[in-house]
Structure formats: structure tokens, C-alpha cells
């Protein structure tokens, strides 16, 4: 699927492994609203791409790879929970600065809700969002998830500790407003 030039797929045994770290590398450099602050070397990029591979093979998560040419733009996946927990999927999404504010992250988001509802038939489709990260909330509203919980003063980010904000997309068969 093509989106103003970009191509939108998942992932692909062939792709480069650099480009996927060099994407991760930027959104660390630039302190984005994420979990992750550690540069993961090659070889650790090249086993977090092994999983991602296997897992989308096993049905266990899909992924949305986002790609300009040969630059990795950014992606979106849904994972399934395990076990007693597997009617839940929880969502990611994060892009290269630059290809932000175009409605990129908007048509991933739908696009992968759509493909998690047909493939997972899941529960709950959820989220995790730092309480500073307005311009994801605002998304995240705009497609329907809404706050379900907060977990206060959870994640350390740039010297000060944030809530965690839990986001569920709600629907007509759920109870929440
Ligand atoms: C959050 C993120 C994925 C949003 O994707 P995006 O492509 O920039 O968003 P879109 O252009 O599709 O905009 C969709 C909606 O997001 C909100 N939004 C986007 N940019 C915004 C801004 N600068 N200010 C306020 N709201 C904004 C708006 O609600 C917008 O809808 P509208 O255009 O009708 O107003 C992207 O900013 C990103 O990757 N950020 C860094 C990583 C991150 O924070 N990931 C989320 C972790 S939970």
C-alpha cells in the first residue's frame, strides 16, 4: 500500500537491518516520548528483527513498516498478549520526525486497528502513552481510544517522572465514554 510516495508493508526477510537501527538510533537521539533509551547494537537490532519476523509469521503480532526507498520512516504493530491474557492486543506507533503532522500515524493507526480487529478478533485493543505525549493523545482520541488508567510518576523521561497512561479504543459494545 502506497501513502504520498511512502510505501506501507511488513516487514521482509530482505530488509536492512541497518536501516531499522538507524531509525530507532534517531528517535533516542531526539529523546522522543518512547520506552526505549539505549542504542541497540547490529546485533541486537538483528535479533529484535528476528522475533518481529517470527512472531508476524507466527500470527502473534502484525507490523506496518513504513518505508522511503531505502529509509525506514517509521512503523506501527499490534502484538497479542499470551495466555490467559491473549484477547488483548496493545499497539506501537512511532515515526522519523520528518515525516510527521502529514496524517501518516493517523492512517497507520486505522490501518493496523482494521487488520488486528480481522486477524486477533481481540477484546481490548490498548495502548501506553507518556502523560506529556499530548500530540499522540490527540490521535488516540481522534480515533477512539480513551483513558482507562494511570499509573502516576511511572516512567523517568528527560529528569522527570511521567504517569503512564493506559488508552483503550472504545467502541459501541464497550461501556466506557
Ligand atoms: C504520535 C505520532 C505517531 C503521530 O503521527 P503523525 O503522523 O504525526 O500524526 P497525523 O499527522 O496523522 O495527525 C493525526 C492527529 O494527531 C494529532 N496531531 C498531530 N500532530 C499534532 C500536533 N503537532 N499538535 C497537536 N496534535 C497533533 C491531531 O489530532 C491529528 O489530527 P488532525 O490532523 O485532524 O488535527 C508521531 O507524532 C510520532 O511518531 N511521534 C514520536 C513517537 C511517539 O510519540 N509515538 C507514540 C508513542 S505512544
Redesign the pocket.
Known amino acids: 500500500m502506497m501513502f504520498k510516495g511512502l510505501e506501507i508493508r511488513p516487514p521482509k526477510k530482505s530488509d536492512s537491518i541497518k536501516a531499522y537501527l538507524d531509525f530507532i538510533s534517531e528517535?533516542i537521539d531526539e529523546n522522543?516520548?518512547?520506552l526505549i533509551n539505549k542504542k541497540p547494537t547490529m546485533k541486537e537490532q538483528k535479533v529484535w528483527f528476528k522475533e518481529r519476523l517470527s512472531n508476524v509469521k507466527k500470527g502473534k503480532e502484525i507490523l506496518l513498516c513504513v518505508w522511503d526507498g531505502e529509509r525506514h520512516a517509521?512503523n506501527c504493530s499490534a502484538k497479542k498478549e499470551m495466555w490467559k491474557n491473549d484477547q488483548n492486543v496493545e499497539i506501537?506507533?512511532?515515526?522519523?520526525?520528518e515525516?510527521?503532522?502529514?496524517?501518516?500515524?493517523?492512517?497507520?493507526?486505522r490501518e493496523i486497528i482494521e487488520l488486528a480487529r480481522k486477524k486477533f478478533k481481540p477484546k481490548n485493543i490498548y495502548?501506553?502513552?507518556?502523560d506529556e505525549?499530548?500530540?499522540?493523545q490527540?490521535?488516540y482520541?481522534?480515533i477512539g481510544f480513551r483513558e482507562i488508567a494511570r499509573f502516576p510518576n511511572w516512567v523517568l523521561h528527560d529528569g522527570k517522572y511521567q504517569d503512564a497512561v493506559y488508552m483503550l479504543l472504545v467502541d459501541k459494545s464497550r461501556g466506557v465514554t
Not at 127 to 130: E, G
Request: no cysteine.
Open positions: 528517535l522522543a516520548f518512547l517509521g506501537g506507533l512511532a515515526l522519523r520526525k515525516y510527521r503532522g502529514k496524517g501518516l500515524g493517523e492512517k497507520l493507526l495502548l501506553r502513552v507518556f505525549n499530548k500530540i499522540a490527540n490521535l482520541h481522534k
